[in-house]
């Protein structure tokens, strides 16, 4: 969507849910928080930091050398320690970090203690394997206990892990592996989805052809099938942690030394290497998750993200272990075996807070209220939405039908970028409006501002930008640090540009409305139109290639690809099928093209330039926008009408 369309397009919400009174009371986020935060910022994030087990204590907070920000720079600790061995030495070792879930239901329990002897033992074998402080490490797994023990044990001795989605391809993996000459790969055999087995070892392989820095692949077992192992390479997990101490002396980390790096698509076809670390993201995401989700000590909490994506970084493994949460990880898909496994996981673990994405909830929408109905969800109170704009009908269903109405909704935007959640209700404190994430959390400083770097006033919309640093931010691009400065901060001077669409009511509630960039949101997944447009690109008979997003029921956008062929090929269902199969198995399955036009020619400016707005209004089945810079016209009224015969599979 354009900003100029979402802008127009004016909510029209009126519902308002104040927070219920007895949440209120109990609540962690207690009226005056906003204004604390307003009062000195940086005092305020000082103190949630000081909330962390530092080795060695800070005493400067903010070094901002624009676009760079230093936090806590003269500190120094250990992202593992206040995960794991703090709780353990407070005597909770024997308290359930995580509930595990497998997806053909295998089932057990992970006190904090059994999760600091994994990750001891695992960080052990790393050693043994030569990874040391500094080094950066890819992990390609699936849901497993063994991803966050492989994540926090790299953080224990100081290796940047860098975790890639289980659904990517070699090639994807290839790609992020190289940029950040990544010494090691933690991998699985195969991983289970909706009853099938996932090739993990295979694409790691398939990689490991063309990733000269990776000296060792540990492999986890999880579905048991053979896999080729590589004498002198590859390690199987338990082989790697045989006879190794639970004892493992943690590194003294710099608050500033690198914890992780997170690929994140871009508007070019080279995805950027997202850089956090260590003091800033943890006190970030550790306060945000206290607030934001209100946690209890008693709570049962679960976040049904991947924890390939930043949401399950920040919150599956450290906001909820640093404040020694209890949790649930689930491997698999919501509807295997049937479409009520996520309603029966609520009912067996007697969730209390669950939060997921409004692809997901339209998704339960569709299926219909007779799968949550089924289970006794009355453990739930409270709930959280992520990764997209939730439409009003979406988030009231999700209170009605999985919050028994009594549940106060928390619409929660942030991005890779910023590390945690920026904009959100607190639910003790803040109304509701159904769509709406509300406004800026405690300390956080964002602005809405139109072409020209004015500030809207209430009642209009434009870009989001944040308008001061915050702990969690990234701290730049691998390798690039031109790059972080052109794409986030030089549109507006002193401003990071989010690339969202805002708009602000009068009531000051903010209301996302979709990229304003080449960035797709499928399923609350960032995929970048370039990327798609350079892999059509790479098979023989394309001559060219131009993706959009088309609005989508369930997925929020599905991808739609146009494509012009080589001499006078004209295209086949056939070849349309073979080409989106391409960009799957390129790319990752995810990221598979739903729609796809053959066309001449693409509508091109006079100067060359493809136009997708008008190639977004033809998949959108909508009245053209202004047509007087396009070159030949003709090339438009062709596209209209062949987009009607489009090739398209509905998977
Ligand atoms: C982009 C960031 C945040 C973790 C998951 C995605 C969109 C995310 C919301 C929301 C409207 C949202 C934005 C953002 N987004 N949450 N609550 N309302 N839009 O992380 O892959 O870095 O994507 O997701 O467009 O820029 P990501």
Redesign the pocket.
Known sequence: MTTAQGIEALSHEHRHFPPPPDFAAKANAQPGIYEEAEADYQAFWASWARKLEWMKPFTKTLEWNEPFAKWFSDGELNACVNALDRHVRGGKGSRIAYYYEGEPGDRWTITYQQLLDDVCRFANGLRKLGVKKGDRVAIYMPMIPELPVAMLACARIGAAHSVIFGGFSPDSIVDRVNDSQCVALITADQGWRRGKKIALKANCDEAMKETPSIKHCIVAKRVGDPVEMKEGRDVWWHDAIGGQSAQCEPERMNAEDLLFLLY?SGTTAKPKGIKHTTGGYLTGVTSTHKLVFDLKDDDVYWCAADIG???GHSYIVYGPLCNGATSVIYEGTPDFPDKDRLWEIVERYKVNILYTAPTAIRTFMKWGVEYPQKHDLSSLRLLG??????NPEAWMWYRDHIGGGKCPVV???????TGGIMISPLPGLTTTLPGS?THPLPGIGVDIVNDKNESVPLGGGGYIVLTRPWPSMLRGIWGDDERYKETYWSKFPHKYL???GCRRDHEGNYW?M??IDDVM?VS???ISTTEIESALVEHPRVAEAAVVGKVDDVTGQAIVAFVSLRGSDAGSHDLGDELRKHVGEKLGKFTTPKYLTFTQELPKTRSGKIMRRLLRDIAEGRMLGDTTTLADSSVVAELQERAKTEVHTEE
């Open positions: 994140t994506w930043v949401t939405s992520v990764g997209e704009p939730i619409d929660t935007w942030w991005q890779t970028e994430a989010a690339g969202d996302f979709g990229r949101n609350g997944h960032r």
